[in-house]
């Protein structure tokens, strides 16, 4: 990979979702990307922030219990692929916790980018301490009943409203979470990272003194 786009990939893992939004916005038009981003998650920890494809995973619960389901469960995450964003969709009750602190911490072992699960998570304080950057519905006490939950892996979920494919861009951060169909990726982080590059002069140009009207709207200031 040359040196500029690494710089570029560097960049585009520093972009938020607000960023991410306003690209999108450019391209296809306001009040079109409500479809488009994660509701009723919040980050684990203020500075969480993720972007990657996302890798997705389906539980629910099963019509038989069985240690074959526990190995399904487990190899979900066992395989969950560095740099990836991990998707849950919790289906239906599934007895307790989609990630605890040792799904967490085999998960940082893996190298994912994040984890987002519209389900409960358990051993807040040791995820606080281990867990990658992590988005989630609800805290519980109680663990998973692993023998009796059916997986599918790579399947389309849905998570908090949103459609999400296995490989579609997913950026999340405190703001919320928005996800990037994945033959639009390249697109949007291109125009992402132009508004990036502009806003840097704005800010430059804010902190020289200069007032909005004159930056965004080309006014000058009034005549005093």
């Not at 399904?72 to 989609?98: K, S």
């Not at 992590?134 to 006490?141: D, E, F, G, P, Q």
Request: glycine fraction near 8%.
């Amino acid at each position: 990979m040359s040196s500029e786009k690494n710089a570029a990939a560097a960049m585009s893992a520093e972009i938020g979702t607000a960023v991410f939004w306003d690209a999108a916005e450019k391209i296809h038009g306001p009040w079109t990307l409500a479809h488009r981003t994660v509701e009723s998650v919040r980050a684990l920890r203020p500075d969480d922030h993720a972007i990657g494809p996302a890798y997705t995973i389906r539980l629910r619960r099963a019509s038989d219990s069985s240690t074959s389901n526990r190995e399904d469960f487990l190899r979900a995450y066992d395989e969950a692929p560095e740099g990836a964003v991990v998707v849950v969709e919790v289906q239906t009750d599934i007895g307790g916790c989609a990630m605890g602190d040792l799904v967490a911490h085999r998960l940082s072992q893996c190298k994912v980018a994040g984890v987002i699960i519209n389900g409960s998570i358990r051993d807040l304080v040791g995820l606080k301490q281990i867990a990658p950057p992590t988005w989630y519905r609800a805290i519980t006490m109680a663990g998973p009943i692993s023998r009796e939950i059916a997986v599918e892996i790579g399947v389309d979920v849905t998570v908090g409203g949103a459609v999400i494919r296995s490989g579609d861009l997913v950026c999340a951060d405190v703001d919320g979470v928005f996800v990037t169909p994945k033959d639009e990726a390249a697109k949007i982080q291109e125009k992402a990272r132009e508004i990036v590059a502009k806003e840097a002069v704005i800010n430059a140009r804010l902190a020289a003194g200069e007032d909005l009207r004159t930056i965004l709207l080309g006014q000058a200031e009034p005549a005093h």
